[in-house]
């Protein structure tokens, strides 16, 4: 082989050495370009998800208003018995007066009359309370920011307010409310919480295993002054970031509940 032979042997290896970092400088703008397409969809996908949030926690009150609505029907309903059977008991009173004036007329003397007296049970009016406690039936696989835990198995649900499907209790009448929660996290990995009433977070809480050869947990318990119609439940963090998944099943589970205090 000449000098001339390696000469072009050299330039062959160059120009074909070119030509791959040319493709490569193209292939990598078209990942680019993917990446950048992707991104947006990422950022609508995000849009709709908070979009959709705020939907369901107006149906949420919406509903909440309908349940108050059939409340006062029920307790109109309730007053026009309640008025007819004082109405009723009055007039029975009336007519044991006159048979008991009739009787005086021809009782003996000594002799004694009794006469048995209607008793009605008293109508409390609405019922104030409010309790329900429920957990998840399954883990919840590595979950997104602002993403709303469903706790769908409830165990108690005094005045059906807290909604299974939605993971959401809406506050009946205002006062002050007791929420407590736990929440188990995945060995090595981490979870950031929010309880949120309407769209105002309330307090946050914070599991972290890593590192750990076993599930960690974390607990926590508010004590809230809500109005009617509030809408509360508890979401992941939407600046946090989440590492494997939020752990539930029959040895430990993660679970969320609330009562009214007064």
Not at 26 to 49: F, G, H, P
Not at 93 to 109: A, I
Request: proline share 2%.
């Amino acid at each position: 082989i000449t000098y001339d032979h390696i000469s072009v042997i050299s330039i062959a290896n160059h120009v074909c050495t070119g030509k791959q970092l040319q493709q490569l400088q193209r292939t990598v703008e078209k990942l680019q370009d993917t990446i950048l397409s992707i991104s947006k969809e990422n950022a609508k996908y995000k849009i709709l998800v908070e979009d959709l949030a705020k939907k369901v926690i107006e149906q949420e009150r919406r509903i909440g208003k309908l349940e108050r609505k059939c409340q006062i029907g029920n307790d109109v309903l309730s007053e026009e018995y309640t008025n007819k059977s004082k109405g009723a008991e009055n007039n029975l009173e009336n007519d044991q007066d006159d048979k008991r004036s009739d009787s005086k007329k021809s009782t003996l003397p000594g002799q004694v009359l009794q006469l048995a007296r209607p008793r009605r049970a008293i109508d409390s009016g609405r019922n104030l309370n409010v309790a329900f406690f429920a957990y998840m039936s399954q883990d919840q696989q590595t979950p997104s920011t602002r993403h709303t835990l469903i706790f769908d198995v409830v165990r108690t649900n005094l005045g059906n307010h807290y909604n299974r499907f939605s993971g959401m209790f809406t506050a009946p009448h205002p006062g002050t409310y007791v929420f407590t929660w736990t929440a188990y996290c995945f060995a090595g990995g981490h979870t950031s919480l929010q309880l949120v009433v309407n769209a105002n977070v309330y307090i946050s809480s914070y599991c972290n295993a890593s590192g750990a050869l076993w599930h960690r947990s974390v607990s926590g318990t508010v004590v809230a002054k809500i109005n009617q119609g509030d809408v509360v439940f508890l979401r992941t963090h939407p600046n946090g970031s989440n590492k494997g998944n939020v752990v539930s099943s029959i040895f430990h589970r993660t679970a969320f509940a609330g009562w009214s205090l007064f």
